[in-house]
């Protein structure tokens, strides 16, 4: 690292952040291209069907049809990038951006592995080192920002149903925010701190006392909240093609289109992140009390996968939702067991447990 | 009249819809799983290109137009085929034939020019139906494409070596002259 630094003429600690923000947000960008072909065989094996196996690099090599993403990004390149007459044009090329970045943002403070000492230096596994006074209230806050993409796709598209679908994205994310934040408030309590390595530090190294047994209620709520807030099945209201033809990005196409989808995976890449790392114990390995670092960030990725899979599992499991059920949901269901959840850990705390 | 609808009665684990939709996932998973160590020709897909289904007896696909031994055609050019088309794609010129008109007295007829429009054609049936001497034949070739429209013009020769190759039979170009009466008609 120090070799590293010397030769770019930063100090350590910089070429140690950038090398981080390589890594991290390279990955998560990977992982969400790749998983838009994950989704496209699982979505296949699921129903019966092969999906996508033929695209092969130079008409041979066939992959299991990962060459589909390669192709896919080829087209969406070269296809022509019409921008509505009426749209808002300034807007319309900001949206993309506006939905992916915040995306990425949020999995900058996810610490991707335990923290290791070299050279009399720690070197912590996340973006954002822990102490930074914003721990998890910084994913929280830019998930918010993600709806922020959708509605001004919607908006400046200039388009009815663009407009209605992002309409319900926002009302949906204002909906089940409240959900997810009465959820995790109850978690900075038992974690006693809201960093996420306070939160990992919490949850130790055997599955049963990792926050998804100790709070099964809450991880329900802040699980479903989940898929309200990345807008997945079967809460994927900022689209609809049977009640309003694509919804947000109907007017989108080329690149700017490819750019919505990546933002979405992405989003979905964070969002199993926070899951793994607020209630599935994050770098830490089952029953290892002190693994090593590539165990850790194996043990994490892992998770991380395999959560990732779970919503493509969902999505092709259940129907969307109606959008009078989801405000049902939300409002009746959603926040009482939030909210219940909450109420119950504060008094077991003050029982002393 | 009317039906009355029964309403089902959800029990309460129903109700709390966590488990119809654990019980939804391990459906789809059991699918997944199966489907993810199934190899790819035992799946339900038919891969095309590489793998076809195999056609049932009775279907109708590219015409054959079918020869004696010696090579003949069997087609007596009596435009029942032409008559019975629906899509008006077959078209016969007919010619009287025979050197055996010299010796023994009898002209033969044939068709000069037998061509079908494979672009008009609907695979009916019916010219083989028609057909009072079982010489056109609908078997199973289905791929019928072709880069022209021209191509689609099938031909008395095309349609007699339609299925030269599967059945191993000659290629054949011209009408054999027969050198021995096919029927002997006591004068």
């Not at chain 1, 319309?92 to 923290?115: K, N, T």
């Not at chain 2, 009408?175 to 006591?186: F, G, N, Y």
């Amino acid at each position: 690292m120090d070799k590293l630094a010397s030769l770019l003429h930063t100090s350590p600690a910089t070429a140690w952040m950038v090398v981080k923000v390589i890594i991290v947000f390279s990955a998560v960008m990977l992982l969400a291209s790749v998983w838009t072909w994950v989704e496209r065989r699982g979505s296949a094996m699921i129903q019966d069907r092969i999906g996508p196996n033929r695209a092969a690099l130079f008409g041979k090599i066939r992959i299991i049809g990962l060459a589909q993403l390669l192709a896919d990004g080829i087209k969406f390149f070269f296809k022509e990038d019409l921008v509505p007459a009426e749209a808002n044009k300034g807007l319309f090329w900001l949206a993309p951006f506006l939905a992916f970045v915040p995306a990425l943002m949020g999995f900058a403070i996810i610490p991707f592995g335990r923290s290791f000492v070299s050279g009399g230096v720690t070197y912590h596994l996340s973006v954002l080192d822990p102490g930074n006074g914003m721990g998890m209230l910084y994913p929280l806050a830019i998930g918010g920002m993600a709806v922020y993409g959708v509605l001004v796709a919607a908006w400046s598209s200039n388009n009815k149903w663009s407009i209605l679908g992002g309409m319900r994205a926002s009302a949906t994310m204002v909906s089940y925010e409240i959900g997810i934040s009465l959820a995790v408030i109850a978690i900075f309590m038992s974690a006693n701190g809201y960093d996420p390595s306070d939160v990992i530090k919490a949850q130790g190294h055997t599955p049963w006392t990792w926050f998804v047994v100790r709070q099964p209620l809450g991880f329900l709520v802040f699980f479903t909240c989940m898929f309200a807030e990345t807008n997945r099945l079967p809460f994927d209201f900022a689209e609809g093609e049977s009640e309003i033809v694509a919804g947000f990005n109907t007017e989108y196409g080329s690149m700017k289109f490819s750019l919505l989808a990546l933002a979405e995976y992405s989003h979905l890449m964070t969002a199993s992140a926070l899951i793994a790392t607020l209630y599935f114990g994050g770098w830490q390995v089952p029953f290892v009390k002190d693994p090593t670092v590539m165990l850790s960030v194996a043990s994490f990725v892992l998770k991380l996968l395999f959560f990732a899979w779970v919503f493509v599992w969902v999505r092709w499991t259940l129907p969307r939702f109606r959008y009078d059920q989801l405000m049902h949901l939300g409002w009746k269901v959603m926040l009482p067991l939030s909210m219940a959840n909450l109420v119950f850990h504060a008094w077991r705390m003050s029982q002393g447990h | 009249m009317g039906v009355i609808v029964k309403k089902v009665e959800l029990t309460w684990l129903d109700r709390t819809y966590v488990w119809p939709v654990l019980q939804g996932m391990a459906i789809t998973f059991g699918h997944f799983i199966r489907n993810l160590f199934t190899t790819t020709p035992n799946r339900y897909t038919v891969q095309y290109p590489e793998m076809k289904r195999e056609i049932p007896d009775g279907y109708r696909g590219l015409h054959e137009l079918k020869r004696f031994e010696g090579g003949e055609i069997k087609c007596v050019a009596c435009f029942m085929c032409q008559e019975a088309c629906p899509a008006r794609c077959i078209s016969i010129e007919a010619e009287e034939f025979s050197d055996l008109n010299i010796t023994q007295g009898f002209q033969e007829k044939r068709p000069a020019k037998f061509s079908i429009d494979m672009l008009r054609c609907i695979c009916c049936g019916m010219c083989e139906e028609a057909c009072p001497k079982d010489a056109i034949w609908l078997r199973k070739d289905y791929e019928l494409a072709a880069y022209d429209r021209l191509s689609m013009q099938y031909g008395k020769w095309d349609l007699m070596n339609t299925y030269s190759d599967a059945d191993g039979k000659a290629h054949i170009n011209q009408d054999p002259t027969p050198s021995v009466p096919r029927r002997t008609i006591a004068l």
